[in-house]
């Protein structure tokens, strides 16, 4: 009966010490993590590049948000500069006269800017 505690309290105990090593780990794991930066707003220079690589008021005919994704239809793709939009990496799929563009943060701020700034040169 002794020899029966006895390994009852051993095996509880190693039990109670890897709970205890992983509970350790876990916190070390969740101190040291490298968090993401904060994301500072988007400059007004990049809006306009952007708007500017989509050709203007006169070649965007619509925009659309889904998701982190931004759908703009336009009048004339030969005036869309594709080497723009690289250079300011943001990923563009092509369908038609309709371009996708992944805007993976602001993409509400993105979306309201285009809108406004067609508004206003229109």
Do not use: C, W
Request: avoid cysteine.
């Amino acid at each position: 009966m002794n020899i029966l505690v006895t390994t009852f309290t051993t095996q509880y105990l190693i039990l109670l010490g890897v709970i205890l090593l992983l509970i350790i780990a876990l916190i070390i794991y969740l101190l040291t993590r490298k968090k993401k930066p904060v994301q500072s707003s988007i400059s007004l220079e990049y809006l306009n590049d952007l708007y500017a690589a989509l050709g203007g008021a006169s070649n965007i005919l619509n925009v659309k948000r889904e998701h982190q994704r931004l759908q703009v239809k336009v009048d004339q793709m030969k005036l869309v500069d594709a080497q723009q939009l690289k250079t300011l990496e943001i990923p563009a799929f092509v369908k038609g006269k309709e371009i996708t563009l992944l805007i993976k943060t602001h993409t509400q701020d993105v979306l309201s800017f285009l809108n406004d700034r067609r508004k206003e040169d229109s």
